[in-house]
Each structure stands twice: as C-alpha cells, then as structure tokens.
Nanobody, 116 residues
Framework: QVQLVESGGGLVQAGGSLRLSCAAS????????MGWYRQAPGKQRELVAT???????NYANSVKGRFSISRDNAKNTVYLQMNSLKPEDTAVYYC??????????WGQGTQVTVSS
C-alpha cells in the first residue's frame, strides 16, 4: 500500500524558512512525478512545485526563486525547501505522487503558518 507522510510544517515569521519532507512508503521510484500542493482557507488547492523521476522541476510563479523541490531516492523522500516565506504562503501543504495507471496519491497535509 502506498502512503505519503508529510512533516516539517509549523509557525514561522515572515522572511523565515522551513523545510517540508514527504516520506513514501514502498519507495518513490514508482512515482513518475511527485509534487507539493497547498490549500489556503477558502481557496482551491494549487500547485506549488513538482519534480519528475529524472529530477526535472516545475514551480508556481508565486514561489519561483524562493522555494526548491528535491528528492532523495535512497531515503524515499521528497523535500520542499521554503525560504523568504510570506504571510500569503500560509496554507496546508500536501504531498502528491503520480503512479502510472494507478493515479494520484496524497498525503494528509501539514500546516504552514507565516506570521507578519
């Protein structure tokens, strides 16, 4: 059974940094793409960043230059390094993985709160 478990969220002041982790049970090599999404109160879930199996990356315009996604296949973990955080980055952050044929898998989410 595939499970994605996020960690690393918390409360940080504007300008600060956090690193989110997403651990995949059973390994991450089965995922052709993994990514981070976020959902703020009253808003739709939106893409933050993705990383493919060949480590090519994609970022939302709002986080380019501030966030960095990476993966460690040996640790079966995907990371999201978030720097220069802004209050508008406050949201629940979700890890996502796509397995061919089987579809999307989601973690339970981790709260990130940025105070001004």
């Amino acid at each position: 059974q595939v499970q994605l478990v996020e960690s690393g969220g918390g409360l940080v002041q504007a300008g600060g940094s956090l690193r989110l982790s997403c651990a995949a049970s059973g390994g991450i090599l089965r995922f052709v793409v993994m990514g981070w999404y976020r959902q703020a109160p009253g808003k739709q879930r939106e893409l933050v960043a993705t990383i493919s199996s060949n480590s090519s990356t994609n970022y939302a315009n709002s986080v380019k230059g501030r966030f960095s996604i990476s993966r460690d296949n040996a640790k079966n973990t995907v990371y999201l390094q978030m720097n220069s955080l802004k209050p508008e980055d406050t949201a629940v952050y979700y890890c996502n993985g796509v397995v061919p044929v089987y579809g999307n898998y989601w973690g339970q989410g981790t709260q990130v709160t940025v105070s001004s």
